[in-house]
């Protein structure tokens, strides 16, 4: 098991980037991969990606493909979804959460969720 904490949301304008890390407590951090949802005022929440517990492979949803990276630092217990050329349509809270089935497009296959944190892009 894994305690998350999000952080490195804000408001930020179309076109511009942010940064999100995920900070893990736990020894076996480097064992799991990782994702990362969103979640928008009534909508579902939705994959944006993930990363290998190497950080070797990482996957992204088609929307965000070209515009987000995901690393990992196991040093540091942390990973981190790298977000440019945000667009208004990207404003979310954003979360990270530890992959435990076999669908990792599936929030149902995560646990250990953080309590997430909140990105704004303005028009």
């Known amino acids: 098991q894994l305690r998350l904490v999000e952080s490195g949301g804000g408001l930020v304008q179309a076109g511009g980037s942010l940064r999100l890390s995920c900070a893990a407590t736990?020894?076996?951090?480097?064992?799991?991969?990782m994702g990362w949802f969103r979640q928008a005022p009534g909508k579902e929440r939705e994959f944006v990606g993930g990363?290998?517990?190497?950080?070797?492979?990482?996957y992204f949803a088609a929307s965000v493909k070209g515009r987000f990276t995901i690393s990992r630092d196991s040093a540091k217990n942390t990973v981190y979804l790298q977000m440019n050329s945000l667009k208004p349509e990207d404003t979310a809270v954003y979360y990270c959460a530890r992959l435990v089935g076999a669908l990792v497009a599936d929030p149902a296959d995560y646990e250990d969720w953080g309590q997430g944190t909140q990105v704004t892009v303005s028009a």
């Open positions: 736990g020894r076996t951090f480097y064992s799991y991969n």
């Open positions: 990363v290998s517990s190497s950080g070797g492979s990482t």
